[in-house]
């Protein structure tokens, strides 16, 4: 099935929205970050609610460009397999689908951001600067990833190879081997060493400062580097993941870059209650499974095409679930936490 925005006529549209969220963060940091300062939960709540917001209005604003870019064909059913309607009305729920599957996976960043600002030992009221300019290397690696999957997308067995991966991915994550991070043990950090000249203190929150007539890395820059490498880790991940709901690559971007501002505004407030949710990583291993035979089987080798609604259930149904069970059933360390 063709495109409804091929990638190669509207990539402005990229650039534009790319630019947007640029222009909403950096407004936000000067505004209201302009010195380093803990986050509090009521300022972590209003900065998710408020992303939240923006992504269902985006929502409703990519239902309206669908629906009027599609009803400009002069044939849209046999163009695009669809009226006008249905397709706005699709692409508007692989939004949604996206945008959840993104954000439940990007979860576990949370626990690499963990051990990454505690071996830097990184205080609290620096740490949104890096999760903030993290954010900007998202956006072109992002960007970089799903232009390539967008071409990649339409070749048969690689599509087959995702959804293998997949599900690969998935039953890795279930039997619990998913790869433990040791920023000490580090190929990166040795090599960064070697070739950077480098503080062993912080300068407030500078990335760099100046000693002795000469420029040095301070621990934040460090830590914004693992935090980009990260970021790449986990797109190896999510990005096939979206693809396998939607092949709009215009769908796939905004959902994508979307829930990972959400999941970095919700950082401060996550790490409260974070552990509770110890069902969580089987719930998203079922997912990552789900999706890559829904790639692989369903849409490659038996050529059925699973109806938006079906996915968004399944995936809903799975991270609810795993939720609900974690709250239902403590694990021993949350209890003992408790008391």
Do not use: C
């Amino acid at each position: 099935m063709p495109h409804i925005f091929p990638f190669q006529d509207f990539w402005p549209l990229y650039v534009l929205f790319a630019l947007g969220i640029s222009a909403i963060l950096w407004t936000s940091l000067r505004a209201f970050h302009r010195t380093p300062k803990e986050i509090s939960i009521r300022e972590a709540t209003i900065s998710a609610l408020n992303w939240f917001g923006l992504a269902l209005l985006f929502n409703v604003l990519l239902y309206i460009i669908t629906y009027l870019h599609v009803n400009s064909f002069a044939s849209p059913v046999e163009t695009l397999g669809g009226t006008a309607g249905e397709l706005a009305r699709r692409t508007a729920l692989e939004f949604l689908s996206g945008y959840l599957v993104e954000k439940s996976l990007a979860v576990d960043n949370l626990f690499v951001f963990i051990v990454i600002f505690q071996f830097f030992s990184i205080p609290k009221e620096n740490q949104y600067r890096v999760l903030f300019y993290g954010l900007f290397g998202a956006l072109v690696l992002r960007a970089i990833f799903i232009a390539m999957g967008s071409v990649l997308m339409d070749i048969s067995w690689v599509v087959i190879g995702f959804g293998l991966f997949l599900i690969f991915q998935g039953f890795s994550v279930l039997r619990g081997k998913e790869p433990e991070i040791h920023p000490e043990k580090n190929k990166l950090l040795l090599f960064l060493r070697r070739v950077l000249p480098l503080s062993p203190k912080l300068d407030g929150q500078n990335f760099f400062t100046r000693v002795d007539g000469r420029w040095l890395a301070t621990p934040l820059f460090l830590a914004l580097i693992f935090v980009e490498v990260t970021d790449i880790m986990f797109a190896f991940d999510s990005v096939p993941a979206i693809f396998g709901l939607t092949k709009e690559p215009l769908v796939v971007f905004t959902s994508n870059i979307f829930a990972v501002i959400d999941l970095r505004a919700l950082y401060f407030l996550l790490l409260a209650f974070i552990s509770r949710f110890h069902y969580l990583s089987v719930g998203l291993s079922f997912v990552l499974i789900f999706i890559g035979a829904k790639m692989a089987l369903l849409d490659e080798v038996l050529h059925y095409e699973l109806p938006t609604e079906i996915s968004l259930l399944v995936v809903l149904s799975l991270i609810i679930g795993s939720i609900v069970l974690s709250l239902a059933r403590p694990s021993t360390g949350t209890k003992e936490s408790e008391g």
